[in-house]
């Protein structure tokens, strides 16, 4: 079929579609207004005519989702990001394209009544890059970021390229509201949540909170424990998303973030921050005078067990790695900071298929913990140090080191004279790199705490 046959097969389609949809409407609404009738109108006019004026769109004003409060562009004067795929405002439009501006104004009316469209008005839409996120956000003024923060909190709180300060404000917020929405569902008493632990929690003990209230009434004490220096990046349990830093990223000399691996949920956010806080504690003990941020960073679906020995995970959730680690450098002030990227077990599997694609991670260094492999030959990974900034840590006593996952993963590819090696002790376990026992830090943690800090 001709393209101009299947672009007016296509709007003749989706205008019917809208006709009948008006005349339902009509009929259960008894009290719809007015503009239906002129809607069904506009959908016979469209069925009769398709290319005329009244099926093409035009007018409605811009929905690119980039600029700031009311406002239609970026501060900057630049013409708003276009979604990949999409055409530009200002692209000529050939009889033959349909026209995209007249199912978002036909949308539009629909909106109110079928549910409309729960994307932002004033934020940017979430798939834009952090550099022009950042951008929209340094050209708001203050009135204008109180308003975002206010009518939007759901669509900037976890969106990569906003400052560090502002989503943890709104994170917390955020989860203050989930505890007290999940206590008066469940009948629980706020002050004996935390007094249950984690094995009574799991076994369903009488009178225990859900895992979901107990891990969040656990970040919550942490967080808003005198001297802390928490800043929450990022929560959303239906995505199952949460991203913890100990201490600031924006400000901090030196930056680390710990991907983890298989079946880590976001409700195992507390004991990853303890890694975190763990590798953190060993870069200030290496490095005393300079300043330390570690975050955990359970961005992505982790695999189950029978998804591990694949890519499909990794591939899932390279991007948003990528993402945030690009977020991180365009929200940092000041100096730039030095940048550490730990993959563990298949976290590494990810953090390889975020530096092996082609536009790579903006990192300085990155450590993979406990590795299967990362899918391909180390030397391909793209990042921003060299093949000696690339460091591994396998324990001989580590179940990966004699499994067959590693050859799912390549781990072959991990064999370069050049790469990094870090000393195991001769009792490490696949989940003992990070611990620490009687006063004293592992070996490994005291060889990532070296790096973390620039050593």
């Avoid at 393209?3 to 389609?13: H, L, P, V």
């Avoid at 200002?90 to 394209?97: A, L, R, S, W």
């Avoid at 990794?314 to 680690?325: E, S, T, V, Y």
């Avoid at 990810?350 to 092996?356: E, I, N, P, S």
Wanted: hydrophobic letters at 30%; one cysteine or more.
């Amino acid at each position: 079929m001709p393209k101009g046959d299947r672009g007016a097969s296509f709007i003749e389609y989706g205008a019917t579609v809208l006709l009948v949809a008006g005349i339902i409407g009509a009929v259960l609404l008894a009290d719809v207004p007015a503009r239906v009738e002129g809607l069904i109108s506009h959908g016979v006019e469209c069925v009769a005519e398709p290319r005329t004026e009244a099926c093409e769109g035009g007018g409605g004003g811009s929905d690119d989702g980039t600029g700031g409060p009311r406002s239609a562009d970026p501060p900057t004067g630049e013409s708003a990001p276009q979604d990949s795929g999409e055409p530009s405002g200002t692209e000529e439009q050939t009889p033959t394209q349909v026209q995209p501006v007249a199912f978002d104004r036909l949308d539009d009316w629909f909106g109110d009544w079928f549910g409309g469209d729960d994307g932002p008005d004033l934020a940017p839409d979430p798939e834009t890059e952090p550099d022009r996120v950042h951008d929209w956000w340094e050209g708001l003024s203050r009135a204008e970021r109180e308003e975002v923060m206010d009518e939007e909190p759901q669509h900037i709180r976890n969106l990569d390229g906003v400052p560090a300060d502002v989503r943890d404000e709104l994170n917390r917020e955020f989860l203050d509201e989930e505890i007290e929405r999940m206590l008066k569902e469940e009948g629980v008493n706020a002050d004996e949540v935390l007094d249950y632990d984690l094995d009574q929690v799991q076994d369903g003990a009488p009178g225990a909170p859900s895992l979901e209230l107990w891990e969040m009434a656990k970040l919550q004490r942490t967080v808003n424990q005198e001297g802390s220096d928490h800043h929450i990046l990022a929560l959303d349990p239906e995505e199952g998303r949460s991203i913890v830093s100990a201490g600031d990223p924006d400000t901090e000399d030196n930056v680390a973030t710990l991907v983890p691996g298989t079946g880590t949920e976001w409700t195992a956010i507390n004991g990853q921050l303890g890694r975190a806080e763990n590798i953190r504690n060993a870069a200030a003990r290496f490095d005393e005078e300079a300043d330390h941020a570690v975050v955990s960073w359970i961005g992505y679906d982790t695999p189950n067990y029978v998804q591990a020995p694949w890519g499909g995970k990794a591939d899932d959730g390279k991007d948003d790695l990528q993402d945030f680690q690009y977020g991180l450098r365009v929200t940092h002030e000041g100096d730039a900071s030095n940048n550490t990227l730990i993959g563990h077990s298949y976290g590494s599997v990810v953090v390889g298929h975020a530096a092996r694609h082609d536009s790579g991670v903006d990192v300085d260094n990155i450590i993979l913990v406990g590795s299967p492999g990362v899918g391909g030959p180390v030397e391909d990974m793209n990042f921003g140090g060299d093949i000696e900034d690339i460091h591994i840590a396998m324990s001989d006593e580590d179940w990966i080191n004699k499994s067959p996952l590693k050859g799912f993963h390549d781990y072959d590819g991990l064999d370069h004279p050049d790469v990094s090696r870090i000393r195991t002790g001769d009792d490490t376990g696949h989940s003992d790199y990070f611990r620490r026992e009687n006063g004293r830090d592992s070996l490994e943690l005291r060889q990532f705490g070296r790096i973390v800090a620039g050593g």
